[in-house]
């Protein structure tokens, strides 16, 4: 099934000159929500995570489901100060600045088979961090999932050699 009729652009949001893709009009359709995860394991289950590491926030709304799905645990990647037990971190730079991300320490022992999900990939800084905290504490990393991949701002160039899937691409 063809996602993009789901998703609603938005022209000059947050600033002029992007285009946001909103995925609130396919999460509140069932069949778009329901497809979403369907193709999303279809495409993911060959891969054999043991775990979903899905990051803040937009990441949740997708990863949970499709754990679920595929009988596995949902891991939590959160800006910092939000997990309340030990956690592994990373920085990494934005346009402006740094940001951060965190995992419970206890949430993986290495050698763990993790498959990344998240809403969408532009720039490739969010996911590159999250692999690299996910193969920087031993586990392996099995591949990255997107709803959504922004081609031209090539952020699967920052992705290791792993598979990536993207189920709509613009
Ligand atoms: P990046 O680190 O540049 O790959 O951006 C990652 C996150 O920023 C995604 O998970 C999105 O939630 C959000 N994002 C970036 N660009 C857009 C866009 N054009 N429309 C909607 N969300 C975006």
Same mark, same amino acid.
């Given at each position: 099934? #063809?996602?993009?009729? @789901? ?5 000059? @949001? ?8 909103? *995925?609130?009009? !396919? ?6 929500? =329901? ?7 279809? =495409? ?6 043991? +775990? ?8 949740? *709304? @997708?990863?949970? &489901? ?6 596995? $645990? @949902? ?14 971190? *990373? =920085?990494?730079?934005?346009?402006? $600045?740094? #940001? ?10 290495? $050698?763990?088979?993790? !498959?990344?999900?998240?809403? !969408? ?15 920087? *504490? ?7 999932? +997107? ?15 792993? &598979?990536?899937?993207? !189920?709509?691409?613009?």
């Amino acid at each position: 099934m #063809d996602l993009k009729p @789901f998703i609603r652009e938005i022209p000059d @949001f947050p600033k002029p000159g992007i285009s946001f893709k909103d *995925i609130t009009t !396919l999460l509140q359709d069932p069949t778009g929500l =329901k497809a979403t995860i369907d193709l999303f394991a279809e =495409k993911c289950s060959d891969l054999n995570p043991e +775990f979903i590491v899905g990051m803040e926030s937009r990441g949740f *709304i @997708f990863g949970a &489901p499709l754990a679920y799905k595929m009988d596995i $645990g @949902f891991i939590p990647v959160r800006k910092p100060g939000k997990l309340p037990a030990a956690v592994h971190a *990373i =920085k990494y730079d934005l346009e402006y $600045g740094t #940001d951060c991300l965190e995992m419970h320490q206890d949430a993986v022992h290495p $050698g763990s088979r993790i !498959l990344m999900v998240d809403d !969408l990939i532009a720039t490739g800084g969010t996911a590159g961090a999250t692999a690299k905290l996910i193969q920087t *504490i031993g586990c392996e990393l099995v591949g990255c999932a +997107f709803v959504i991949e922004l081609k031209d701002l090539k952020g699967r160039d920052r992705l290791p050699q792993v &598979p990536i899937i993207s !189920l709509v691409e613009y």
